[in-house]
């Protein structure tokens, strides 16, 4: 999914304004690390969505299998389904990010953002969360599972 503010931002951090690869949270710069992951947490509509449903998105593995559980209401409204499915997205990463040792978003020109484990293997965790707010599968919890046994 292209960020377009995410691709000012990362013009801005890049060494030589030209990468040709992905922007990464591993590069030794825990402060660019840390605001990587502030600003890929925000998911303002998931989380005004869930808090409407009784339910706080805590960053835990536990909200991920909450989340499982609401009723999709989100599928009657096309226009919100794609905004909620890359929220969902989003929220999967970071809570990957905080809690799977050697986990990093990786962020590749145009602004699409992927989990990299410690493994090497990444997570498009966007596209999760949209299969996810469209299908219901993968469920959010089954995606976190696969990724902290890697």
């Not at 409204?77 to 794609?82: A, F, G, Q, V």
Request: overall charge negative; aromatic content about 6%.
């Amino acid at each position: 999914m292209n960020i377009p503010f995410l691709d000012n931002w990362l013009r801005r951090h890049a060494d030589d304004g030209e990468r040709d690869g992905p922007v990464t949270a591993q590069d030794g710069d825990p402060e660019r690390a840390e605001a990587i992951t502030e600003l890929l947490s925000e998911c303002e509509l998931l989380r005004a969505r869930a808090k409407q449903a009784g339910l706080e998105l805590d960053d835990s593995p536990g909200s991920l299998s909450a989340l499982d559980q609401l009723p999709p209401r989100w599928r009657d409204d096309p226009e919100e389904l794609p905004w909620l499915g890359n929220d969902a997205g989003l929220y999967l990463g970071t809570v990957i990010v905080r809690t799977v040792p050697g986990a990093a978003w990786h962020i590749w020109p145009g602004g699409h953002p992927v989990v990299r484990l410690a493994s090497g293997r990444e997570i498009g965790v966007v596209e999760a969360g949209l299969d996810w707010a469209v299908n219901g599968a993968p469920e959010l919890s089954h995606v976190y599972a696969e990724a902290a046994e890697a």
